[in-house]
């Protein structure tokens, strides 16, 4: 069964959700995502949106840790 010229590797979806991926290198870049995020989630609590509080609390928390902490920004460079 053909593969339909695909090359193999991830998926687009999955290479969407790579936040260890070289576009995120810059430092600001990461810095603003994070603040979208927690500006988000204060948004949501001062709407009283348990929900979504819990939501963009998470992603806040995740995006820090995988941005902060074990990202290499050094990972993935070509030269």
Not at 8 to 14: A, D, E, R, T
Not at 33 to 55: P, Y
């Amino acid at each position: 069964m053909s593969d339909g010229g695909k090359p193999p590797g991830k998926s687009p979806l999955l290479s969407f959700l790579d936040v260890q991926s070289p576009v995120f290198r810059p430092l600001w870049l990461r810095v603003v995502i994070v603040g979208v995020c927690a500006l988000w989630t204060l948004v949501e609590f001062s709407n009283d949106s348990g929900f979504w509080v819990l939501l963009f609390g998470a992603a806040t928390v995740y995006l820090g840790y995988q941005f902060f902490v074990v990202f290499d920004p050094d990972k993935g460079d070509d030269t």
